[in-house]
């Protein structure tokens, strides 16, 4: 009798399994068959493996806009092509940073307070519009999202844009009115349309304050000049080498350098940069103004 009662006990064990795992497979089944079909990574979906395959295309006027706010501010630090510059900044294009933002909104406090990380420059702190911080973040997302998943360049023939498509005589009429206090035609600028044979990169050039260093677009900018007035002895003047809250390094012409502990306003520290004008001049552009003073440029031969 006990015996048989144990048989029982263990069929009826053995049908109760029997029933949760049907009705577990049943209900997976119909899941599927009632729901979306499994996420695919990299379209659309937060398991994408590549971040910038999950964000949307941003707006073509503000990328442009971004473009030439990058090329004042970020460049010679961060590179032409964001993977670090003169100045040792880092790769935006592998930045943990710039991969999880949306739009703007992790990138925006480190443009606005700055940075400091071991083994690093520090990134200085910028005064910008929140309007550009969100241009430059839509510019970064744009480039970062032509890269494929090595971080190599595009496939296929790079396509080439036309920005030639300004008023030059409007274009004469505003250099005339809002550049020529520091530029000449006839000086720093003579036969730039000729010396450049790619109006984009003439553009992103004068956008950013370079086109005057050398008459190269896109070659060595004018460095941003230091004078170091210490608390006894005489001022140090040179090129900058490294500024933050604690230290200020002076490149002198002989290829020495000087470095300065600072405390608050001691020394005393004097910055010349010559795209300072630029920087101020960047909000105030339109298109119109950009594409005109571009395709008058290209006419200086």
Known sequence: MRLLRRRFHWIAGLLILFVWLAAGIAAQRGGNRGGAAPATPGVGNPTATFPAQQRPPGDPAMIARGNGLYEANCRLCHGADLR????????????AVVLADQSGELIGPVVLNGRSNPGIPTMPKFTLPAEDVRAIAEYLHSVAATMQGQ???????PAVLNVVVGDAAAGQAYFAKNCSGCHSVTGDLAGIGARNTNPMLLQNAWLGGQAGGGGRAGGAT????????????????????????????????????????????????????PRDAHRKLLPTYTDKDIHDVTAYLVTLK
């Open 84 to 95: 670090g510059g003169d100045q040792g900044g880092p790769n935006l294009l592998r930045s």
């Open 151 to 157: 971080g190599g360049p595009p496939r296929g023939t």
């Open 222 to 273: 004018n460095p941003v000049m230091v004078t170091v007035t210490p608390p006894s002895g005489p001022k140090v003047e040179g090129r900058l080498g490294r500024i933050d809250d604690f230290l200020v390094i002076v490149n002198l012409e002989d290829g020495s350098s000087r470095s300065f502990r600072r405390n608050g306003d001691v020394p005393k520290v004097e910055l010349r940069d």
